[in-house]
């Protein structure tokens, strides 16, 4: 099967440039603030003497939407309704967009104290890549005209000028039958003056949702959910939480609504109209869902709720604005419970302090006579306007006035705070982000909202180890601006991203901190193992001086047809030989293991950089070392993948079962006809030496064909398989096995 390159990088992105990315509010649709690609800050290397503040970029107005990131630029939004491009590494203006329509100011505060002075971009924008000609920019601003009138407009923006995609703007209007105040009696209206949009865009599936809260508790307003297609940005679902009732903000501190693998949306909801009389599926019987954790399907694009949980006292604390959605929701990976049964959670928390963790399969739904959730801890933390983090089976939380706490995850419950900051964070609390080499060298952030704003880093494993706070260098070397209330440190690319009241400051390794060149990992481009290399294999070698400034992707030699083995001035031997660089940047360079390292156990690898070259790394070699390339860039969840009709494998698109999947992989090792350093494959087909096996939800499928992929560079592997009629429907593991050497666990196909 023949794949048309676009399509092919569409699935694999990592192929080329296997860089994190920050696309969405906290990294990933979970929510889990994790990034697990970062090689460039250790806890070895994060300090005061080697870490600080690199320089700040000037907005026109405050950065309240987390600041996103995409091939070495950086997105960010502003409350003077502009949309900004800048180089990551240099903060250079790429471009720059005004959102305001003609004769249109950014909307005032509506005699609300909560986003001051102006009210322009407040919830962070959404990137997809694959989405127009050159990727797209979501973003929905607020502006009034000279008339007096207020506009919300959802805009699509390319990523690489800011023009206007796909006929927008266009206005957000919306109505709902109910008999809320928001309305006639017998439907709703929404009313852009009354609302503001702080949580995140999310995407699911090709529709976007937009999530709405209001302007303090100034009624009337009520609960909407809006979702809009991102390619032709149609209005396609609307749904209203309190239609019969009233308030039910989605206010969440500007987490996004979070997803699971299925597409499910789950929200937690403010303080409003409890509807405690139930019908006979033990939903509310008017509808209204206030101060509830609200999970909404969203089959054919379209929000329903399918499930709920709402504590047994909702409606005392509901009207005592102890709401639970002043914090963001989660949902957590897979864990056992104490019986070793897998679980599928979703923690939440809020004014009352309890963290409510559900079971995403059964919620619990409201009875007054108790809480009949998967697990609850009463008064854990103070009041929670934050969402929390989680990294290596931890539960990280910043509540107000509170430390920065750890819950770790284990025998199927979260247990006692295992350790803890020793400053605590003031209104509004801290939402960490975390970054980490897979599970190594664990780092957590955290920005704290005081006069001057302050970056806090920790140790992951111990949070009473601070390896660096922005006051700690002398004569105020770090300061970078007043505090912001929301904001979310964006942590890719060795490089940390804080909000503030007039921009963004930027943090990283320091000059002195950092020799010329130096490696830290050497990892298998897709599947982001660090075990032995393969001839062969696509590998991502991560760490500093190892490249320019500025990324450089691989071109082919004019005369030989290869793939050349310096790019912009990067070089790699193994072992002696030349490897051919597929992508060089400072931090991070992509290269095909030669394959005339094949036969010899171990190889000293060494990376050059204009002249200076890093110390030797000892690798081991084997005869494969598989890894499947994963649409996420991590070797976790979708997996680059093709249906039988040539079109993206992916949740809106299964694969049925006993039908044909290609996949994309690299490691496979020596092919015959024997695979040739730095070429490009031709439509002979090239088929691996060794045997191959795989299986997808744990059936064995049918191989006819394993090899090198046609008319693609000689190291990327595609593997042909027919699913077994006995697969399991859903997004099921898929795990590939050659000379007995299997790929990691984590990657994923949609099966009907």
């Known amino acids: 099967m023949r794949i048309p390159l676009a399509c092919l990088l569409a699935a694999c992105p990592s192929l080329l ?10 990294n990933d649709n979970a929510r889990t603030g994790q990034n697990l690609q970062e090689t460039a800050l250790t806890p070895a290397n994060v300090n005061a003497s080697g870490f600080g503040k690199l320089f700040t970029i000037p907005t026109d107005g405050k950065v309240d939407a987390q600041p996103l990131y995409f091939n070495n630029v950086l997105y960010v939004a502003s409350e003077h309704d502009s949309v900004y491009a800048f180089n990551a590494n240099s903060g250079t203006l790429l471009w720059q967009v005004s959102l305001l329509g003609a004769n249109e100011t950014t909307s005032d505060s509506r005699n609300c104290s909560q986003v001051v002075p102006e009210i322009g971009i407040t919830s962070t924008p959404l990137i997809d890549p694959r989405s127009g000609p050159n990727g797209t920019i979501y973003a929905v601003a607020m502006t009034k005209d000279s008339a007096g009138n207020y506009h919300q407009r959802l805009h699509a923006l390319d990523l690489t000028t800011g023009a206007e995609e796909f006929g927008g703007p266009v206005e957000v209007q919306a109505t709902y039958p109910g008999t809320s105040h928001e309305g006639s ?8 003056k009354q609302h503001e949009e702080r949580a995140a865009l999310t995407l699911v599936n090709g529709v976007l949702y937009t999530a709405w809260t209001s302007h303090c508790d100034i009624t009337p307003y009520t609960s909407w959910v809006i979702g809009y297609d991102e390619a032709t ?3 396609v679902t609307v749904l209203n939480l309190t239609p019969d009732g009233q308030e039910g903000g989605i206010w969440q501190a500007g987490a996004g609504p979070a997803v699971d693998s299925a597409g499910n949306l789950y929200v ?3 303080n409003g109209s409890v509807d405690s009389t139930l019908n006979a599926g033990g939903f509310p019987s008017k509808g209204d869902y206030g101060n509830g954790f609200v999970k909404l399907s969203t089959t054919n694009g379209t929000a329903a709720v399918a499930d709920y949980f709402t504590m047994s006292n909702a409606a005392s604390e509901s009207n005592a604005d102890e709401d639970l959605g002043s914090g963001g929701p989660m949902v957590l990976p897979s864990v056992n419970d104490s019986q070793g049964n897998v679980r599928s959670l979703a923690v939440g928390a809020g004014k009352d302090g309890n963290i409510y963790v559900v079971d995403r399969s059964n919620m619990g739904k409201f009875s007054a006579s108790g809480n009949n959730i998967y697990q609850e801890l009463p008064s854990a933390l103070g009041q929670v306007f934050s969402s929390p983090a989680w990294f290596n089976g931890t539960l990280y939380y910043g509540s107000v006035g509170s430390p920065l706490q750890a819950f770790p995850f284990a025998n199927g419950r979260f247990q006692a705070i295992s350790s803890q900051s020793s400053s605590a964070f003031e ?3 801290t939402t960490p982000s975390i970054s980490a080499n897979g599970t190594s060298n664990g780092i957590v952030w955290a920005a704290e909202n005081s006069g001057n704003a302050v970056l806090h880093a920790y140790d992951a494993t111990n949070l009473a180890k601070e390896l660096y706070n922005s006051n700690q260098a002398a004569k105020g070397r770090d300061q970078f601006g007043a505090g912001n209330k929301f904001i979310v440190p964006t942590v ?4 940390v991203y ?3 009241t007039t921009g ?11 020799s010329s060149v130096t490696v830290t990992s050497v990892n298998n481009a897709a599947g982001f193992a660090t075990s032995a290399i393969a001839p062969g294999e696509i590998v991502s070698i991560y760490g500093s001086g190892l490249g320019p400034a500025a990324p450089a992707q691989f071109s082919i030699d004019s005369t030989t047809g290869m793939v050349d083995s310096t790019l912009a001035g990067t070089r790699v031997l193994f072992g002696g030989f030349a490897a051919p660089i597929l992508y060089a940047s400072a931090t991070q360079v992509n290269a095909i293991v030669p394959y005339e390292i094949a036969g010899q156990s171990q190889v000293t690898m060494q990376a050059s950089y204009q002249g200076t070259t890093s110390s030797g790394t000892s690798l081991p070699v084997a005869s494969a070392s598989p890894g499947i390339f994963t649409s996420s860039m991590t070797g976790s969840g979708q997996a680059a993948a093709l249906n039988q009709d040539g079109s993206l494998n992916g949740p809106s698109n299964p694969a049925a079962k006993g039908s044909y999947v290609s996949v994309y992989f690299t490691g496979g090792g020596q092919t015959n006809a024997a695979g040739v350093t730095g070429s490009v494959n031709s439509l002979v087909l090239k088929y691996l030496v060794q045997p191959v096996s795989a299986t997808v939800g744990g059936q064995a499928a049918q191989i006819t064909f394993a090899g090198a992929a046609p008319q693609y560079v000689d190291g990327l592997e595609q593997l042909n398989i027919r699913l077994s009629n006995n697969t399991p429907s859903g997004a099921q593991p898929i795990g590939i096995s050659v000379g007995g050497n299997s790929s990691p666990s984590g990657a994923t196909i949609f099966v009907q």
């Open 17 to 26: 440039h296997a860089q994190a990315s920050v696309l969405t509010w906290h």
């Open 185 to 192: 009696g017998t439907a709703l209206s929404f009313d852009p």
């Open 233 to 235: 940005l149609k209005q």
């Open 268 to 270: 937690l909801i403010g």
């Open 427 to 429: 209104f509004p609390g």
């Open 492 to 495: 890719v690319n060795g490089k």
């Open 498 to 500: 804080v909000g503030t």
């Open 504 to 514: 963004v400051g930027v943090f990283g390794l320091l000059a002195s901190g950092a």
